[in-house]
């Protein structure tokens, strides 16, 4: 067989040569990590499904970013998660009272850390509502423009806190232009929108659904976030939310939906995120505590397999162990 001119293995004999040809790389830079808020300061608690990921209050959380930053993790995504004995309203209006959780939270990191970090807040409506959806029920039904008012408030009551970018995650019809028209309104033009631009419908969710308490009370969340067959539908959903000043586009979940993520890096200028969501996390951390797998390679091949389907930044409840580990 000497006559083989081409051969791939030349370029994988040793794993600096790997190395120096790999074409996707991951890069601190590009991480965002996820943190669910508690009101009570100094609260911390495990999250069942989700081994060594906590929910914290802002003096915890405050600690826990210090140390995060040292790894290389500059931006956050904060979800605030009120507690059982806090009211909830028909329509989430607790989201952007004047004590709200994630505006607190905000406050308090940029005041600490400035522009050392970048400090991204979850708009939406589900963590607030009494019925645990993303929108003001109607006639039994999630109604799209009546819950437009009340993303648009929780997103400049964020931004007019401090934060870098708003990352509104309902799935409701409009809701970037409504937040964008209320952020420019607010005095607040230079605040991005990072929207979930393509978010299905998911069972990858549930561990996320205890950790922030946000489950719905009835039915499910198929009438407003994306159709799992569909690959279509998600340029569709993109070009959207880039009509209505999306700066940044998303895909969720991630490994489910790397087709889709390639699609979207191919169809639009905007940075392209992608979320490995709770259940992909926790499937990796349940079958690697089993010895199942092993955690450090199946990390590391999902979050290369982000990069390499055109992921530009990737939100990672992996993000520290992989850093902590030196796993880059
Ligand atoms: C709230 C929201 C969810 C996630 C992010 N924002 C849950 C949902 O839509 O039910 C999921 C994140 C994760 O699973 O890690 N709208
Ligand atoms: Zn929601």
């Known amino acids: 067989m000497a006559d083989l001119l081409v051969r791939p293995r030349r370029l994988r004999f040793n794993p600096v040569v790997r190395d120096l040809v790999a074409e996707a790389r991951l890069d601190a830079r590009a991480f965002v990590m996820p943190h669910f808020v508690l009101r009570n300061p100094v609260a911390a608690e495990e999250i069942d499904a989700m081994p060594e990921i906590r929910r914290e209050g802002i003096d915890r959380l405050s600690a826990t970013v210090e140390a995060d930053l040292k790894l290389g993790i500059r931006a956050v995504l904060l979800f605030g998660v009120p507690g059982d004995d806090e009211p909830k309203h028909p329509d989430g209006r607790s989201s952007y009272a004047d004590d709200a959780i994630t505006p607190r939270a905000v406050a308090a990191l940029k005041k600490r850390f400035g522009n050392d970090l970048v400090v991204i807040t979850d708009v939406c409506l589900c963590a607030y509502t009494d019925t645990g959806h993303c929108g003001v029920i109607e006639h039994g039904r999630v109604a799209n423009d009546p819950s437009l008012e009340h993303l648009a408030r929780q997103a400049v009551a964020h931004a007019a806190a401090g934060a870098d970018i708003v990352a509104p995650s309902d799935m409701m019809d409009g809701r970037v232009l409504a937040i964008r028209q209320a952020l420019d309104g607010a005095g ?30 009835f039915g499910d969340r198929r009438s407003y976030q994306m159709d799992a067959r569909n690959r279509r539908e998600a340029l569709l959903e993109a070009e959207l939310d880039v009509e209505e000043g999306a700066d940044i586009l998303m895909v969720k979940p991630g490994l489910a939906y790397l087709d889709v993520l390639r699609d979207i890096k191919e169809n639009f200028t905007q940075p392209v995120a992608v979320y490995n969501v709770s259940g992909e996390y926790s499937m990796v951390k349940a079958a690697a505590a089993r010895g199942w797998i092993d955690e450090r390679t199946v990390t590391m091949e999902n979050l290369h397999a982000f990069r390499r389907a055109g992921a530009d930044i990737v939100i990672t409840y992996h993000a520290r162990k992989a850093l902590a580990e030196g796993w880059l």
């Open 188 to 217: 607040l033009v230079d605040t991005p929108i990072m929207s979930y631009s393509c978010k299905y419908s998911s069972g990858y969710y549930g561990p996320f659904r205890e950790a922030a308490h946000s489950a719905p009370q």
